[in-house]
């Protein structure tokens, strides 16, 4: 993305935190917005634009980053006198980067140039510009919203009509739950059987059945360390509610989808949902995994 461009972003959780950071670093002039504005100050401290409403964060932006946590937060964010809609330039373009069900995705087409955009990676990926983007919406406006979030990411990859990117994210985000749950059933029958759990699950990640993101959760599952989290346990139910309410619109049968959002329903129910997503594996072995304590770092 080249210098001096003015893009807003609504939504300062991990990942829009870490979005707003790197468009700092590549040139941009950035306008960000927060319901709880204490998260932006060390942006601000960077160089931002605090923003008291999201009007105020659109207003002569030539894009509007939504990174919002469901489709509550993006309609609440959107619309009324305060609302980003109320102030958004004809000419600007809106990328939805919140994960959301591509229906509502969908229902802002019609507002000017409308990009979704599924994130792939975490916090740190954003402010290092190592995210995979993938874009969806009419070819013009991935064109610009590409080049737009060319500083994000090290993969852009347009992915068809809107809506397209957030079918892919979620995919993605299906397979992430249910790698996580894998490798907890896995740790629990090891516990069971009287294996040690660390040494199962360091065996798995050294192993070529995992992938990069097992890896990764597996630092946490074996430090039982669920705080600060990567990716918020009731996100990922989030996801995987989506994922299946998805499969059932199209006639088709996901068991594992439905097992994982399951599993993750109890979590949440359970009062873990602010933990980390790999805290997946107090529910299903309780007696050997401690509670957790959330970090309040999401929007």
Not at 46 to 75: I, K, N, Q
Not at 88 to 115: H, K, M, Q
Not at 117 to 140: S, Y
Not at 264 to 289: F, K, M, S, T, Y
């Amino acid at each position: 993305m080249s210098g001096g461009r003015r893009v807003a972003v609504c939504g300062l959780g991990v990942m829009g935190t870490g979005v707003a950071g790197r468009l700092l670093e590549t040139g941009a002039e950035v306008r960000v917005w927060n319901r709880t504005a204490r998260r932006a100050t060390a942006l601000g401290d960077a160089g931002a634009t605090v923003c008291a409403t999201p009007a105020e964060a659109a207003r002569g932006a030539e894009a509007v980053l939504l990174c919002l946590a469901d489709a509550e937060a993006l309609r609440a964010v959107l619309q009324g006198e305060q609302g980003v809609l109320a102030a958004l330039p004809a000419d600007a373009l809106l990328i939805c980067a919140s994960t959301v069900s591509p229906a509502d995705v969908a229902a802002l087409a019609g507002r000017g140039g409308v990009v979704d955009a599924g994130l792939l990676g975490n916090g740190d990926h954003a402010r290092t510009g190592e995210l995979r983007i993938f874009l969806g919406g009419a070819p013009e406006d991935v064109e610009r919203a590409a080049e737009l979030v060319a500083g994000l990411a090290k993969q852009i990859v347009p992915v068809g009509p809107l809506g397209s990117g957030m079918r892919l994210k979620l995919l993605m985000n299906l397979l992430m739950g249910i790698e996580m749950q894998a490798m907890a059933e896995a740790a629990a029958l090891a516990t069971a059987q009287g294996l040690d759990r660390t040494a199962v699950l360091r065996a798995i990640a050294a192993s070529g059945f995992a992938s990069p993101v097992m890896r990764f959760k597996t630092e946490r599952m074996t430090g039982e360390r669920w705080d600060d989290p990567d990716f918020r346990l009731r996100l990922m139910h989030k996801d995987l509610r989506l994922v299946t309410e998805e499969a059932a619109a199209a006639g088709i049968s996901l068991p594992m989808a439905s097992a994982a959002a399951d599993t993750h329903a109890q979590a949440v129910a359970e009062g873990l949902g602010d933990a980390d997503c790999a805290a997946i594996a107090r529910v299903l072995a309780p007696a050997a995994v401690p509670a957790a304590s959330g970090s309040g770092r999401d929007h």
